[in-house]
């Protein structure tokens, strides 16, 4: 078996008994990059020099007290890191290159992990198929000619094709769920406050979260313990200890009570996917666990308060791109007007300036009543929908998609259509909740993601009841062949 296909917790393992040097890794995921990333197109920009010397410098005192010491990991392209391009897959941002890294990727740093390049996106995070980056869409390793998801599609991918063992990406409305499921990966949105967001590009503040994608579930709590926990350059970062999440590392689930809204499993959910997800209840069930239907009445209204939420936020967040304090400007307007409306133009692609303008519109005078105030009213009825479950149950199962993953083009012309995709993963960040989602099976060859969800920072019960599935099925280990590599 080749380095490239092992997890975390394998290299470091081989790592600890100086069976393979850093090196030794790095140049497997740097060749396992350069062999397949033409067809997958995961990687915006690469970083090899740098992550070669960080290899060659690590020493053996280093390597024993970083967690994941010599260790490679990619992040999605709007994290921003001091002294490599930070794009956010946009000509607006095509150039900038910060002086600063986001806190997430200092921890990372810190831990003597090794960046080995920045992963495509939907351009500022805005998209659902990672279709809507600025230079190119990143294709799906099951099926070359699927969208790997979105808008965390790079990282989705890039962790599914053996590129990196993990990922980090960011989740607004199931930007790392949604691709996590597409791509047959583990991906974990924390619940919002969990791990900070300074020196990440914001998309919709009071929704964007960042998270994990990995090959399993021990990698992925290994990486939470490291980048969860209080900052104060984060004014949403919230003070509660952080768990070591390995502890939750057990098959041991009797007892735990699980619902599945009948909502999540009806009209719009495809009858393979919904049986899969039928299935693998039923195998909690086997293993102890009590399973019982509930109902999340307020759920369908979910999507349109969340086009309407993140929009306007978006429109607020994007009013700092203007050619004049960020990027990219039009000198050759003849007055200030023109260069602001001739930059914009120029900079943000079509999907951006979609939400741009419905979140403009959300806002405006005569309109924020009517449409803004009431979308933050069905928020707190979806929050309180899953406070009444909660009461009385650990964790919420549902399929993560509707559907497996569509062909590229197939739905990029029809923004209503791609918005339902989300339709089962909006309601979480509405409510701020963490939430999980784990392979639970096939559909004509492209894999299945289960979404559990869990109460406010127990991210512990959504990594324990996923990790005792995933070690009494083999779904995880089953790896994509690339088109018949």
Not at 37 to 54: G, Y
Not at 62 to 80: N, V
Not at 238 to 252: A, E, G, Q
Request: net charge negative; glycine share 8%.
């Amino acid at each position: 078996m080749e380095l490239y296909e092992l997890g975390l917790h394998e290299l470091r393992d081989k790592l600890n008994n100086e069976e393979i040097s850093p090196r030794d890794i790095i140049e497997s995921v740097l060749q396992r990059i350069h062999q397949v990333d033409d067809r997958v197109r995961a990687f915006v920009t690469l970083d090899e020099e740098n992550a070669l010397q960080k290899a060659d410098g690590l020493n053996r005192k280093e390597l024993r007290q970083g967690r994941i010491a010599g260790l490679p990991f990619a992040l999605k392209d709007l994290i921003c890191t001091r002294g490599l391009r930070t794009t956010c897959s946009s000509r607006m941002l095509e150039q900038f290159i910060p002086t600063y890294d986001a806190t997430v990727a200092a921890r990372l740093n810190a831990e003597q992990g090794i960046s080995v390049g920045k992963l495509n996106m939907d351009e500022f995070a805005m998209g659902s198929s990672t279709e809507f980056s600025a230079f190119f869409p990143t294709h799906n390793p099951w099926d070359l000619e699927r969208v790997s998801g979105g808008s965390s599609g790079g990282s989705a991918a890039a962790v599914a094709a053996g590129e990196v063992p993990f990922a980090l990406g960011t989740d607004t409305g199931g930007s790392i769920r949604q691709p996590a499921a597409f791509c047959g990966v583990v991906g974990l949105k924390p619940t919002y406050g969990r791990v900070s967001r300074w020196g990440v590009v914001a998309f919709a503040s009071s929704l964007d979260q960042v998270g994990v994608f990995s090959k399993d579930v021990a990698d992925c709590a290994l990486v939470m313990n490291i980048i969860c926990g209080y900052d104060p350059l984060d004014s949403t970062s919230v003070n509660i200890k952080v768990p070591d999440y390995t502890s939750f590392l057990s098959t041991n689930i009797k007892g735990m009570k699980i619902a599945y809204p009948r909502e999540y499993f009806q009209q719009g959910v495809d009858k393979k996917t919904r049986d899969l997800v039928m299935e693998a209840l039923k195998k909690y069930g086997e293993l102890g666990a009590i399973v019982e239907e509930v109902s999340l009445p307020h759920s369908e209204y979910a999507l349109p308060a969340y086009y309407i939420i993140a929009p306007a936020e978006a429109s607020a967040n994007l009013a700092r791109f203007d050619g004049v304090r960020y990027g990219l400007r039009d000198f050759e307007a003849d007055n200030v007007t023109d260069m602001f409306s001739h930059s914009r133009s120029a900079g943000f692609g079509a999907e951006v300036k979609r939400r741009i303008m419905l979140g403009t519109y959300a806002l405006s005078s005569g309109y924020y009543d009517a449409y803004y105030l009431k979308a933050l009213k069905i928020r707190r009825l979806i929050n309180n929908d899953f406070d009444k479950v909660f009461k009385d149950f650990d964790i919420i199962v549902s399929p993560t998609t509707p559907t497996t993953a569509f062909k590229i083009g197939e739905q990029s012309s029809e923004p209503l259509t791609l918005y339902m995709n989300d339709i089962l993963t909006v309601p979480v960040n509405l409510a701020g909740l963490p939430g999980i989602s784990v392979p639970c099976g096939f559909s004509d060859g492209l894999p299945v993601g289960m979404q559990i969800v869990g109460k406010p920072f127990d991210e512990g019960s959504l990594i324990k009841a996923a990790y005792a599935f995933e070690q009494n099925t083999a779904y995880h280990a089953v790896k994509p062949s690339l088109g018949g590599e």
